[in-house]
Structure formats: structure tokens, C-alpha cells
């Protein structure tokens, strides 16, 4: 969920791993991948049968489906009939590409399952499971305690079919054979196309249907590495006969896309009152206010020009730090400034809820209801392991507005949505953000100023929007926007699902 940014975390993701593995040469390659698309050839429709009705599904045992053209790829998958919503038909499952094993659960909606479109959800981290936001933020369900679930009228099930994916490998209860590893998000965007690709073959009643692609925090950089790796597989899709992936949207929340507006953010966030009013000392936003000019220079020198990973990292390292050490001493919340940590950041990340989360989905019942593979280990709520291997790729660090403005090029359209209160990946970087991108429609998008988006004749947040690109903020949420405003995050969803202006 939360992590990337995590400040601690920073310091953690940098102390971890001392070797560089010159990143910024290797990043992306494959060595031990291989790739889904490679897998297609022309496809004889008579092989093969979807299993088309997913109530054939047995709620007592996992049924696994194959499919004649990808004999290294499966889909476990088993239904059932009250869990956590109850109103509707939900299913758990793996999708297995060769050693690899995605965990999903996917949620039928509780408006028209049969016409409504589908949202793909991830949380951050990078590997913090999704089953975060599904159990405190936008499921059909809110765990409580242990033993305890509560049903959220507010889930985004309300209007559409939504999944909720531990990935990558490593995640929630996603695992791998022989201890393979996914280190960089472009590795992670192959298992994501190939899971998508063969979920919409086998339930073949939801292909073409429109795809929405969701993610938090980590999500800026996930989300438009994924949605443009399955926008470029379509062509590999149709050429093999299947339908292609109705990439409609992607949704990006409180998400990290572009370091370079991040440093300036940090500082206005805490010291001047673009959020609450300043909740840092003089003496400490003065001294930050001094180091935020070095460390953008610094980093845009090492990161950018030269691409040198050493540099980078140290440049990235120091500045983060630095501004890490006076953020502590305020004792906030660092995903919501207007609170106090809850606990020891390390213990509850700053949320008793994700350990009862985590009680939760370590019961064996729920686990077996679940379909969990044996396999699997205890459940943590991200896996720093996989965490350290990102960072130590320097994964978070690649600017991924790129991918953002090639997909609005070719009509996904773009929200980025944030909670007003969060330091970590902070509306006034993502505002910057939006607006230094380079598009078409950045003159029209720069022009616009942002206005006050309403419900329920309260003002929710402000907005602009230019074609396809819409930002907004939530005020009063921070960086998990569901958990904070149920009801205006089930608004915007609602909204952005049926293209209207917010
Ligand atoms: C949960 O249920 C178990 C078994 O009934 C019980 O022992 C335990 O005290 C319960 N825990 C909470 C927090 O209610
Ligand atoms: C793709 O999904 C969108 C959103 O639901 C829908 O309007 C559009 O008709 C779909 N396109 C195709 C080709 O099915
Ligand atoms: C800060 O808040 C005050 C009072 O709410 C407002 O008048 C002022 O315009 C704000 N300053 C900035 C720089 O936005």
C-alpha cells in the first residue's frame, strides 16, 4: 500500500543493498524472464473453450483451466459465495505464468456485473500486498479485527467488476517455484500483461469490456508501465485472434511518477500552507528551504543528464535523508500530516489496522475460503525483500510521465487524483507534475485553473481536466484517499467511470 515513500523506508531501501548493480545500464533488460507475447502464434479457436459461465466454478476446491496455446500458463481459481461482500459472486485464484503464481481476488459489481466495466487494482510498496486497499480502502469489505469484517457500502464494486492483484512476485500471497525475483517494474509489467491477457481468455463473458488500470503510491510508477505494456501486447493479441484489452483508463492515486517535482513538494507541504497551515519550525523549513535547490540540481545533474547510477544515488540518498530527519521531528503521520503516527511507524505504519489486516489473512479458514497455496508463507503486508531489490535498482527513480503522456497520445485517458494531506507522494508534486508533462494537450490542460469539484453541494477538492487528463484533490484525505473519504472516492470513481467531468 503505503510504502514507497515511506521515509524510514527510504533510509531502510538504501542501507539494505550496498551493491549497485550499475542500474541505470540494466534496468529493464530480461534475463530471466520470459516474455508472454513471445508465446503467441496464430490460434486455432477450435482447441479451445472458455469456461465462459464463471458460476460453474466449485466454491469447495481450486479448478484450474488451461489453455492448449499457452501450455506453460494456468489460472487457479475458486468462487465464493459470502466472502466479505455477499451480495455478489467473488473469486480468488492464481494466475500461474510458468514458475510465477499472481494472487487475485476479483469482485463482481454490485450494480450489472454483465455491462459494467472492470478495474485492475494494485496497491504500492513496491510490494505491499493489494489486499491493503481491499481490506481498508475500496473493498467490499473493511476488516475490523481478527475475527471481525464489515461490509463498505462504498466499495468500488458499487459500478464496476474490480480485481485486487499481490504483485509482483513476492507479494500478499503471490509466490514463485524456485525463488525467482522481479527487481524493476518493467519486469513486474510482463507478469501484469500476461495475467490480464489470460484472465479476459478463460472469462471470456468480460473481453473487450472496458479496463481500468488503479494503483496508489508506488501505483505512478506500476500503473503506466503496466497499461502501456498491455496497450503495445493488443497488437500480438488480435494478430492471434484473441479480442483485444479494452484499455480504457488509468487512475492513478497519490502515486510517485516523477522524483524531480518531489524535493520542492516536500518542503512546500510542511512549510507553507498548501496543505494545512506549516507544521515545521522556521528554523527547520529555512534550512530545507536552502538544501531543495541543491538536491534538484544535484539530483537532475546525476540522475538525468549524466545517468550515472552512483551519483544518482547519492544524490537521491542525502536529499531524502536529510529531508527524512526534519520531518521526524514534527512526529506526523507522514501519509497524513494533519495526524499523528498511530504506533511505531516500523510496527503499524502508522495504521493498527494493517495488523489486524494481517491477523486476519494469516487464519487459516480464511486462507483455505482464500484458496492460498500451501506453499505460502506467513502473510506480511509488504515484502521488504522485494522492496530492497526495486530500490536497489533504483526503480523508483525512472520518470514514468512518459508512459503517462504516450498513453493519453493514443486516448487512454489519465486521472491523478490526490489526497490533499499527504507528504509522501503530495498533490502540489503530482499538480507539477501534470503540468510539466509533455502532450498535445498541454496548452489546453495548463490553461485551465483549477476549480472546486462538488457532492453533495460540499466542495470535495480541486480539479482540472483538458480531453483525456483530469487531476484532482480530495481535501481532508491523505495518502490513501478510499480509507479517509469512502463516499467522494466512490463519487470520483463513479464519475471518472462514466466520463464526466468531475
Ligand atoms: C477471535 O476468535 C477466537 C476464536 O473464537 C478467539 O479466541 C479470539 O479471542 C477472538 N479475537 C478477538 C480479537 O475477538
Ligand atoms: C471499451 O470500453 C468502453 C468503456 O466501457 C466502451 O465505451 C467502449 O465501447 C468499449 N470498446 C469496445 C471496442 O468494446
Ligand atoms: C494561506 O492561507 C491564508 C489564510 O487561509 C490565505 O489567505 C493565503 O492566501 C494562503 N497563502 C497561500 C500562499 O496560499
Redesign the pocket.
Known sequence: MLLLLSLRLFVLLYTVNGDIQHAFKTHGSKTHLTTFSSAFENYDTGLFTAIGDLNLLSTETSTTLKHPLFPTYSVRVKKSTDFCDGTVNAYTGYIDIEARHIFFYFFESRNEPDKDDVIFWTNGGPACSSSMGLFMELGPCRVQDVNTTKFNPYAWNEKANVFFVDQPVGAGFSYADHGETVSTTEEAAEDIAAFVAIFFQHFIKFAGRGLHLAGESYGGRFIPVFASKIYDQNSHLVEAGFTAINLTSIMIGNGCVDQSTLFRAYYEIQC???SI?PINSISNCVQMRQLVPRCEKWYKESCYDMMDAIACRAAFSYCYDTLETFFATTRRNPYDISKYCEGEHDDTLCYPITKEITAFLNRLDIRETLGVDSLVGNFTPCNMHVVARFGANLDQLFPTQYYIAALLERGVRALVYVGANDLVCSWVGNNRMTLEMDWTGKNIFNAQDLREWRFNGAAVGLTRRAGPLTFATIYGAGHMVPYDKPEASLELVKRWLAGDDL
Open positions: 507553507t500552507n498548501a497551515s
